[in-house]
């Protein structure tokens, strides 16, 4: 029953999408086969008068919000395939809203001192009437006992239920899709849908972001080019979420970039350098940086909010792509081209060099030329052509990084038409390579892998014999191997040692 059921909410979906001619939009009827265009023309006839409203990624945007919490996570994510759908499309997605009625502000003081097991009064000297409402949650303005005013976010009553049934919507969509159309394959629809429904399912606990935001607002604060509220541990529960009111204004009030004093080239470089320094230095991101969750103050102070969704990235990531992206600030597309091959990013079967080759005809253009100039819809078709040809797929476990980068950039330009997102970029992406890819790094790097070598040993030693490891011609062995790795590796760390010593002194005293 409930995969039928889950079709026919898939079924009432399509209905909506036909209706807002967002599923075969007239727009692309002459790259449509013939059967398809076809199948388009009839589904016209039943669309309503929306379908005339808008270009196809704004009727797309409207028919998603109307699909609930998920169908607004999966437009949120369709809005990093700029390389696919284009610049408008990717636009017209990333000013999605799901803007909601709000419910009762009772029901929500209901939900708060259930989640917190204590009266609403006990913690809150006035608990105000709603000032935002989305598809998950809504936020209250309020004041604490000591007189603090803080924002109160309350998860929507019955919300994981609605979440439970889009998720199984989305599943059997995606499984379609693989199935009927081939060509879907490259864009990994089920990986996809996967991490939406993560995504979505991560924000219903509140306690969870509540974490993202504790973190995060540590990580800000060694940098500096963003902060953000702090948590009120009190007023936190699973539905229930308190932050203190942030500062500046929202980016969505047209009046935030005319406040006195802003600067809104070091606005949009600050929002920049926060996203690349949190995923390059620490490994943890803000994954949800769009205007709705950004606040900005003079002369460039950036403030964030919403910590619902959360990036990570382990170390051989962050150093995929901080050699990509320096490999792009010094034109080396050799470089770019084997960390992709590293990576896997390409089957190994295909050139390096011919790679190279390519990505050479797309960064090349972009070169010496304002950054108005540069066309990102050309672009990125380009990237796409060229990484289509090389056999490139969706890596699931990027979704985000793709997606925040697609928004800040977005976000920057907004802000800056005149930004330059490469010599923004430049300072912390070269202050990573120095502090990672330096001769010291290296010898620390390999000081680690001898450490854990050594530790393995030890271990193993320490290990009390058994009869198979006495009787087992393979365990001297093993462990002779064992100690030959760990011999080369305290020579090379040596070797490595003396050669970063004689480099820094050369530098020292030339």
């Known amino acids: 029953m409930g995969s039928l059921a889950a079709f026919g909410r898939l079924l009432g979906a399509g209905a909506i999408l036909v209706r807002n001619d967002a599923l075969l939009p007239r727009e692309l009827d002459h790259l449509y086969p013939a059967r398809v265009r076809t199948l388009a023309d009839a589904?016209?006839?039943?669309?309503?008068p929306g379908a005339r409203q808008g270009r196809p990624g704004e009727r797309l945007a409207r028919s998603l919000e109307r699909l609930g919490p998920v169908g607004v996570k999966l437009g949120?994510?369709?809005?990093?395939r700029a390389d696919i759908f284009g610049a408008a499309f990717v636009e017209d997605l990333s000013h999605l809203k799901d803007k909601l009625a709000p419910f009762p502000t009772d029901a929500a003081r209901r939900e708060v001192e259930t989640a917190l097991g204590r009266p609403v009064d006990s913690l809150f000297a006035s608990f105000g009437e709603p000032v935002a409402a989305a598809s998950l949650a809504q936020a209250h303005d309020a004041v604490l006992a000591d007189g603090r005013r803080v924002a109160v976010k309350v998860l929507r009553p019955g919300v994981e239920q609605r979440v439970a049934r889009d998720a199984e919507v989305l599943t059997l969509a995606a499984r379609l899709m693989e199935r009927w159309f081939p060509l879907s394959r490259r864009l990994e629809p089920q990986a996809l849908a996967a991490t939406v429904i993560r995504a979505t399912e991560l924000e219903l606990d509140l306690r969870l972001e509540a974490a993202g935001a504790?973190?995060?607002?540590?990580v800000m604060a060694r940098d500096g080019y963003m902060s953000a509220p702090t948590v009120v541990w009190d007023g936190v529960g699973k539905r229930v979420l308190t932050l203190a009111w942030a500062e500046g204004v929202a980016l969505t009030d047209p009046s935030a970039l005319e406040q006195p004093g802003l600067e809104r080239k070091a606005v949009a470089d600050n929002l920049v350098r926060a996203f690349l320094a949190q995923a390059l230095d620490h490994g943890v991101f803000h994954a949800d940086l769009?205007?709705?969750?950004?606040?900005?103050?003079?002369p460039g102070r950036v403030i964030a909010v919403d910590f619902g969704i959360i990036g990570r990235l382990g170390p051989a990531e962050r150093r995929y792509l901080a050699e990509i992206l320096y490999g792009f600030l010094e034109r080396d597309y050799d470089k770019i081209a084997r960390v992709h091959f590293e990576a896997g990013y390409v089957p190994a079967r295909h050139s390096v060099a011919a790679f190279a080759q390519a990505l050479r005809a797309v960064g090349e253009p972009i070169f010496g030329r304002n950054a108005r100039d540069v066309s990102?819809?050309?672009?990125?078709?380009?990237?796409?052509e060229i990484t289509a040809l090389f056999d490139m797929h969706l890596r699931p476990e990027l979704v985000l990084l793709q997606k925040t980068m697609m928004t800040v950039e977005g976000v920057a330009r907004r802000i800056d038409p005149d930004h330059d997102l490469w010599a923004a970029a430049d300072p912390v992406v070269r202050r990573w390579m120095t502090r990672e890819l330096s001769p010291a790094a290296r010898v620390r790097t390999l000081a680690d892998d001898a450490t854990r070598v050594l530790r393995g040993l030890a271990r193993r030693l320490d290990e009390p014999a058994t009869p198979a490891v006495v009787v087992a011609p393979v365990a001297a062995p093993a462990l002779d191997a064992e100690a030959r790795r760990l011999a080369a590796l305290g020579w090379f760390a040596a070797g490595a040692a003396i050669a970063g010593a004689a480099f820094f002194l050369g530098v020292l005293f030339r």
């Open 376 to 384: 990102m819809s050309r672009l990125l078709t380009q990237l796409f």
């Open 76 to 80: 949120q994510l369709l809005s990093t």
């Open 43 to 48: 589904l016209r006839t039943y669309a309503g």
């Open 214 to 218: 504790d973190e995060l607002g540590e």
């Open 290 to 298: 769009h205007e709705g969750n950004l606040f900005v103050a003079p």
